[in-house]
C-alpha cells in the first residue's frame, strides 16, 4: 500500500545544487522517519540524511555541510537540497520510510556529478 516515488535527480556539473523529492502515498502513520541513502557502483549503501515528523536530523559524515534534508508533514513529502556536489557524489540515492515495524524504500533516482 505506502509507496515512495523519488524526483529531481539528473546530471550537473561540480559545485552546483540539486534539489530531491520524495513523496510518500498511502497509509502513513504522523510518527516516522524519513530520509535518504546512495549506492555507487562498487560501493555499499550508505546513509545521506534522515529526519524524523519531529523535525531532527541526521547526516552522513560525507555530506554533512553540503547537503539539508527536510520534510513537509502534511504532504508526507522530503525533500534533499544538495549543494557543492562533487564528483564523489554520483550515485543512485534511494527514499526511505522507517514506519516500524516495516520500512519502505523508493526505487532510486540517478545524480550524477560530472567534474
Known amino acids: 500500500q505506502v509507496q515512495l516515488v523519488e524526483s529531481g535527480g539528473g546530471l550537473v556539473q561540480a559545485g552546483g545544487s540539486l534539489r530531491l523529492s520524495c513523496a510518500a502515498s498511502?497509509?502513513?502513520?504522523?510518527?516516522?522517519?524519513m530520509g535518504w541513502y546512495r549506492q555507487a557502483p562498487g560501493n555499499q549503501r550508505e546513509l545521506v540524511a534522515t529526519i524524523t515528523s519531529g523535525g531532527s536530523t541526521n547526516y552522513g559524515d560525507s555530506v554533512k555541510g553540503r547537503f539539508a534534508i527536510s520534510r513537509d508533514n502534511a504532504k508526507n513529502t522530503v525533500y534533499l537540497q544538495m549543494n557543492s556536489l562533487e564528483p564523489e557524489d554520483t550515485a543512485v540515492y534511494y527514499c526511505?520510510?522507517?514506519?516500524?515495524?516495516?520500512?519502505?524504500w523508493g526505487h532510486g533516482i540517478q545524480v550524477t556529478v560530472s567534474s
Open positions: 526511505n520510510l522507517q514506519m516500524m515495524p516495516r520500512l519502505y
Open positions: 498511502g497509509s502513513i502513520f504522523s510518527i516516522n522517519v
